[in-house]
């Protein structure tokens, strides 16, 4: 029941929201000291590929990069993919395991 206007009552929801955070990881925050690290192996790759980067800025929880990428949504989020992948690695002693989710949110 409910919708963006009219939530469903407090709890009517309460083993789906207790379901949801258990499968969920916690976020990964990456300290100031590794955020040009970060930022750098981004730019390094989409340099390496051919790509472009205006902006790039990377935050405690995420990064925001200003690029032109193909329309297509798919091809673009491989090609966003290759460079978490690189920065990922870039960090991975300090930041073993998972550091980005899946998928990015293009515009």
Known sequence: SGDYKHPPPPGEHAGLLRWAQRRSASA??????LRERVGLALLAKAAEQG???LACCVGELHAHLLTKLPADMPAAKRIVGTWKQAASHAVRVELPGKVWSEGCDAK
């Open 28 to 33: 990964v925050s990456i300290p100031p000291a």
């Open 51 to 53: 790509h472009a980067i």
